[in-house]
């Protein structure tokens, strides 16, 4: 019987480990055997102890530590602290008392849940399963009566994403900066003795961001949402400029300096930017490169162009201005909402002639999609 309730419990620490990832916390596999080694060292004799054994192995920044407390209570239960899956499915037989197993270090605890917090987690799951759908649905898909919902989840998503990416350290064994709470999770292994320490180093030095965002016809269900991202990703760098192009170029960095997104977007709205309009993407990355590219583009530079590919120009002239692009920028992440379909191939000649100065070729299609280019940042 103890051997199933610790299987059991470690089942439900998996499950919560997925919980929170559905609601954008960064752990990953590692940070899940973390917390299971946690938990079997420390023991759980009761809710607190959980709580705080889970807390210091799967929160990596401040706001995380903030949001955690809410997301434990969603899936654990305000009342209870009986296991249940992210399902909302109570693990194991149900009986009236939590039961101490003799030598396991644990409690698992096994109380009836009350309707209201069985409709309050109902409610949770709820919510957990509309994000993951529309952090899959393409943004050329997405139904008018999610619209909202949607935009409203990208911007808190992607702001979290762009906070992560800014707050992240160096780790590094060459300054007398501890790291207390990796240290303190390494240890873990140890059967908790300080076997090896972990230094924190200065932050990275900040590199600059140049967005390059198709707004012609072909990308009209992508343009805004891209948008989006890029007025998130100014939270990350020191340094952001955003340009529109179609068959010319223009800056928006100015629009996007702003907390009023909103704001910032109708103001876009009412800017002579060849909105849906035909596609030369050398002829505008000729213009880029000639009237800001030597000031604008270095060795510690990120150049990120958003578009589908499908050039009206000369290749000749996309691929040539790609190479001196990429002669200056430290990296090229080319963003194409058309890989997120099943069979689709870049053969056109635009997209062809390009790919070969590219560092990162990744999908945009989708908020998932977005999310995952943090690891390229």
């Known amino acids: 019987m103890r051997q ?46 959980l709580a705080f054994a889970l ?5 990596s920044t401040r706001e995380e530590w903030d949001l955690f407390p809410q997301l434990f209570e969603a899936f654990w239960g305000k009342s209870q602290a009986r296991p249940r899956s992210a399902s909302g499915e109570y693990k194991g037989p149900s009986q009236g ?3 101490k197993h003799e030598g396991s270090g644990s409690t698992v605890f096994l109380d009836q849940p009350s309707n209201e917090a069985a409709s309050q987690d109902a409610k949770v799951v709820y919510g957990a399963s509309a994000q993951q759908r529309l952090k899959k649905v393409d943004f050329s898909d997405v139904p008018c009566d999610d619209l909202a919902s949607l935009e409203e989840l ?3 998503l992607l702001r979290r994403m762009s906070l992560r990416v800014s707050r992240r350290l160096t780790i590094s064994n060459l300054t007398d900066r501890v790291d207390l709470r990796r240290s303190i ?3 873990i292994t140890h059967g908790g003795e300080p076997m090896e320490l972990v230094y924190k180093g200065k932050k990275r030095r900040k590199n600059r961001l140049i967005i390059f965002l198709d707004i012609s016809g072909s990308m009209n269900f992508y343009s805004l949402f891209l948008v989006r991202f890029a007025y998130a990703l100014q939270a990350s760098f020191r340094r952001v400029h955003t340009f529109l192009f179609s068959t010319d170029v ?13 704001a910032a977007l109708r103001r876009l709205s009412e800017r002579p930017a060849g909105w849906s309009g035909g596609t030369k993407i050398g002829e505008s990355l000729r213009q880029f490169n000639q009237l800001r ?10 150049l990120i162009i958003m578009s589908d590919g499908w050039d009206t120009g000369e290749p000749e002239m996309l691929a040539a201005q790609m190479r001196a692009a990429r002669r200056r920028a430290l990296k090229i992440l080319w963003l194409n909402p058309l890989l997120g379909l099943k069979d689709y191939q870049p053969i056109t000649r635009g997209m062809a002639a390009a790919l070969r100065y590219v560092d990162v070729f990744a999908p945009a299609h989708n908020l998932e999609s977005l999310l995952a280019l943090e690891r390229h940042l």
């Open 4 to 49: 199933e309730q610790s299987e059991r419990l470690a089942t439900s620490i998996v499950e919560f480990c997925c919980f929170l990832r559905t609601h954008g916390l960064s752990n990953d596999l590692s940070h899940t055997l973390t917390a299971l080694e946690a938990v079997k060292t420390i023991g759980v004799k009761d809710r607190r102890s």
């Open 55 to 59: 807390q210091s192995a799967l929160c």
């Open 97 to 99: 008392n939590a039961h």
């Open 154 to 156: 990208s911007q808190r």
């Open 185 to 187: 999770r390494r240890s």
């Open 250 to 262: 223009v800056e928006i960095s100015d629009l996007l300096r702003t907390r009023d997104l909103p």
């Open 293 to 302: 590219g030597t000031k604008l583009l270095s060795r510690n530079t990120i």
